[in-house]
């Protein structure tokens, strides 16, 4: 019983989630910013690498260096082309964090954000998902008690309300536990401040 009642709660979390997180230009903006932030990381990470490889290329014997340098190019950009492969609004779309981009008007980040914009981009977005899903656990308990457990017979009402009062205590904190600074020190979108 306790199995079907936790995949009622995540099926209706999904849902919630996916339908509330839609309503704010701020996540939205704040999803791009990430995403975009994240994106260039990852292209300066890729050149680092590719001029590392290039030095080791130059160290071979001289008719192999061009050859070496050749491949290294090759792979790098086969990388560099994945990490383009979706704009941060598509990804962001896709991931329901923004609603239909077509109607709506944001300002959108430049490609110039650096380190502590980086850092506040993604703050910013982890703490409104973050605020999102708390939200989300809540309505989504008080859903199920309504239209489930007041469905049932008293006894069993009790039970039902009483395990998704468990199970919405434990989602809290479970939630209170992620540290968004931390977070994105982990994403290496910030210093280690």
Do not use: W, Y
């Not at 030095?55 to 090759?74: D, G």
């Not at 395990?163 to 600074?181: H, M, R, S």
């Amino acid at each position: 019983m306790k199995t079907f009642f936790a995949f009622v709660v995540a099926v209706a979390a999904g849902q919630a989630m996916a339908m509330s997180i839609q309503d704010g230009n701020d996540v939205c903006a704040d999803c791009i910013a990430f995403i975009t932030d994240r994106q260039e990381m990852d292209l300066e990470s890729i050149d680092d690498k590719e001029a590392k490889m290039n030095i080791i290329c130059s160290t071979m014997e001289p008719s192999k260096v061009e050859e070496c340098k050749t491949k290294v190019q090759k792979i790098c950009q086969k990388k560099k082309d994945k990490v383009n492969s979706q704009t941060p609004e598509a990804i962001c779309k896709a991931t329901k964090f923004c609603p239909s981009l077509d109607t709506v008007n944001m300002n959108t980040p430049t490609n110039e954000v650096q380190g502590k914009g980086r850092c506040k981009d993604c703050k910013n977005f982890l703490k409104d998902v973050k605020e999102k899903e708390m939200d989300n656990v809540i309505s989504v308990n008080k859903l199920i008690e309504t239209m489930f457990c007041e469905k049932l017979s008293e006894d069993r009402h009790e039970q039902c309300a009483d395990f998704l009062d468990a199970a919405t205590g434990l989602e809290i904190e479970l939630l209170d536990l992620v540290d968004v600074k931390k977070s994105c020190n982990r994403l290496g979108m910030c210093g280690a401040n």
